[in-house]
């Protein structure tokens, strides 16, 4: 089955910066979308940044963009997301998602089914 296990996530202080990465299994990897979604207490899970299986195209949600970057290494079956000047309300746990197929979509779960159990990235101010 397919399994998705994040990792990289941790304490960092306002302004720095931390690299997740998503390593995939159970599928071919390069055939699909994927993405980074995440959950802050409190909150519903949001999309962060989803990217096509080529990663010909990228889309980010507003309050991310310019500082994260996600990207893929389809000959390593992962998945990135470099986040940056970080902020304390980038605190959350984030998911890394698979998609049902090459594209992402725009609405719902942008197209995702498949899901990691998440890397808590907590930012101190």
């Known amino acids: 089955q397919v399994q998705l296990v994040e990792s990289g996530g941790g304490l960092v202080q306002a302004g720095g910066s931390l690299r997740l990465s998503c390593a995939s299994s159970?599928?071919?990897?390069?055939?699909?979308?994927m993405g980074w979604f995440r959950q802050a207490p409190g909150k519903e899970r949001e999309l962060v940044a989803v990217?096509?299986?080529?990663?010909?195209?990228?889309y980010y949600t507003d309050s991310v963009k310019g500082r994260f970057t996600i990207s893929r290494d389809n000959a390593k079956n992962t998945l990135y997301l470099q986040m940056n000047s970080l902020k304390p309300e980038d605190t959350a746990v984030y998911y890394c998602a698979g998609g049902r197929g090459p594209y992402y979509n725009r609405h719902g779960e942008y197209g995702m089914d498949y899901w990691g159990k998440g890397a808590l990235v907590t930012v101190s101010s």
């Open positions: 990217i096509t299986w080529n990663s010909g195209s990228t």
């Open positions: 159970g599928r071919t990897f390069s055939n699909y979308a």
